[in-house]
């Protein structure tokens, strides 16, 4: 791989290259950068999924888990929340968002001010919004719950007028999420929760976006327009409206359809270092756009929790392994108790056998488990069980 000298000539990059660029931008190669931590990781990545589901733990919690290796979960929790570092926002989905990029959401809250609502209706929204506002200026921050209740007491988008007024504001950017409690969002009010120098939206809807464009571009070390566009959910046009106001430099790949960007500080120099070995969250941002997954990795995912039991292929929140930066099988887990329980089990290669019961052991320690219990084991998978044995017999000889 050529370093990057000019600017004007395109780079030409293998598959391999590629792939290990990608990884290197997602902090899965090389040493972790330990002193920076979950709120550097945080940065870095620009954006982080949550999502409701808990197995082993939560997404959040899993994505600084796969490249950190065994940092606390109340670590992780503490990272996040407190100290004024972040806010959720709609970013890739709802995502926790480092606070420097509050500025550059506000095309975002424009976008939404202007539509006018979200998916519900209030009869008299001024009226519930100025309740809520005087609520949190009066108490600060509060949930749902704590401003009223978020339901009308039928199904779970039956919301009160409280919950549609306050997630309005919201997404118009007077209210901000400071941090989930019990998995409720914390509201409190943008001028008390966001910096001075950051509480602004006077940046154009040109700057915000060439701006998560780059931050998406380096992010991803590199990729095509489309996976610009689905990192933050822009739209296809708006990125190809900006980039080349960016500092990415166009690539070609090989086997890759369509033209590429990349980051030209992941092009100064062959990615190289340890590769982490690790179960990933199916919302982890290094898979989270399937189409770039298996463009990149060969690798078909898709999360089957809200599949009906008897058409899933892989199980419930079946969780990819990486080792040796490729995708190399998949494992369902479950808890019991104490006991993870691989309840679904399925390898590329037998190779693979001995990193997957490596991530199991892993993964179950940072758990709190104690125990690993695998069930069904699927063609290759066969030769998971011995190496676990292995695996946890060298595990108690390294604790002794």
Not at 8 to 24: G, N
Not at 74 to 100: D, K, M, N, Q, R
Request: net charge neutral.
């Amino acid at each position: 791989m050529t370093a990057v000298c000019d600017t004007t000539t395109e780079l030409s990059l293998s598959a391999d290259e590629a792939r290990r660029i990608a990884l290197r931008a997602q902090g899965l190669l090389g040493a972790p950068d330990r002193r920076a931590g979950v709120r550097g990781l945080l940065r870095r990545l620009g954006a982080v999924q949550l999502d409701t589901i808990s197995v082993l733990a939560r997404s959040h919690e899993l994505v600084p888990y796969a490249r950190l290796g065994a940092v606390g979960r109340e670590t992780v929790e503490a990272a996040y929340w407190t100290g004024g570092h972040s806010f959720e926002y709609w970013s890739h989905a709802a995502c926790i968002l480092p606070v420097e990029e509050w500025p550059h959401f506000a095309f975002r809250r424009r976008a939404m001010q202007a539509r006018g609502h979200r998916w519900h209706r209030l009869q008299d929204r001024d009226a519930a919004c100025a309740a809520v506002r005087d609520r949190l200026k009066a108490e600060g921050p509060l949930t749902t719950t704590e401003l009223g209740g978020g339901k009308n007491g039928g199904e779970w988008f039956d919301w009160s007028e409280t919950k549609i007024a306050v997630e309005w504001l919201l997404d118009t950017g007077e209210v901000v999420c400071t941090e989930r409690r019990g998995w409720k969002r914390v509201y409190d009010l943008a001028e008390r929760a966001i910096p001075d120098p950051l509480l602004h939206d006077d940046i154009d809807d040109h700057e915000c976006i060439r701006r998560l464009v780059a931050q998406a571009g380096t992010a991803m070390g590199v990729a095509t327009e489309a996976d610009l566009a689905d990192y933050h959910r822009l739209k296809r046009d708006q990125v190809t409206a900006v980039v080349a106001d960016t500092d990415l430099v166009p690539v070609e790949v090989a086997g890759w359809a369509r033209p590429a960007w990349a980051d030209p500080a992941a092009l100064t120099e062959t990615p190289r270092g340890r590769h982490r070995t690790t179960l990933l969250s199916p919302f982890d941002s290094l898979i989270w756009d399937r189409p770039r997954t298996l463009r990149i990795f060969d690798f078909t995912h898709r999360l089957e929790a809200y599949v009906p039991r008897p058409k899933r292929v892989h199980g419930y929140f079946a969780m990819p392994l990486l080792a040796g930066g490729k995708l190399m099988g998949r494992v369902d887990p479950a808890r019991e108790g104490r006991t993870l329980i691989a309840r679904q089990l399925s390898l590329r290669t037998p190779k693979a056998a001995e990193p997957m019961a490596r991530a199991l052991v892993e993964a179950a320690s940072w758990a709190g488990c104690s125990q690993v219990r695998l069930e069904r084991l699927e063609g290759a998978a066969a030769d998971v069980r011995g190496a676990l044995e292995a695996e946890i017999a060298h595990a108690q000889r390294e604790a002794d």
